[in-house]
Nanobody, 120 residues
């Protein structure tokens, strides 16, 4: 049973920083593409950033230059460093791991989410 546990969310003033972590267990294989998604109140869940096994990264336009996705393959941990946070970044953030050999956007395992609230 693959489990993902996020941590690091919280309340922060605009312009501040947070680092989210997502610890993966029970996978039994080398993790492929991983990603962070977010869902604000009344909005659809959206992709924030992805990272491949070989550290190729992609970002949603609104977070480019502010967020950094990274991973520690030896510990099975995914990170999201969020800098210069804005009120519009307020959302529940979810990590996701692609199922073995499959695409992250069409299948995968989700964490339970961690709340990030940015106030001005």
């Amino acid at each position: 049973q693959v489990q993902l546990v996020e941590s690091g969310g919280g309340l922060v003033q605009a312009g501040g920083s947070l680092r989210l972590s997502c610890e993966v267990s029970g996978n039994g294989w080398i993790l492929d593409t991983m990603g962070w998604f977010r869902q604000g109140l009344g909005t659809r869940r959206e992709l924030v950033a992805t990272i491949s096994r070989t550290d190729n990264t992609n970002y949603e336009d609104s977070v480019k230059g502010r967020f950094i996705i990274s991973r520690d393959n030896s510990k099975n941990i995914l990170y999201l460093q969020m800098n210069n946070l804005k009120p519009e970044d307020t959302a529940v953030y979810y990590c996701k791991v692609a199922k073995r050999g499959l695409d992250l956007m069409t299948s995968g395992f989700w964490g339970q989410g961690t709340q990030v609230t940015v106030f001005s």
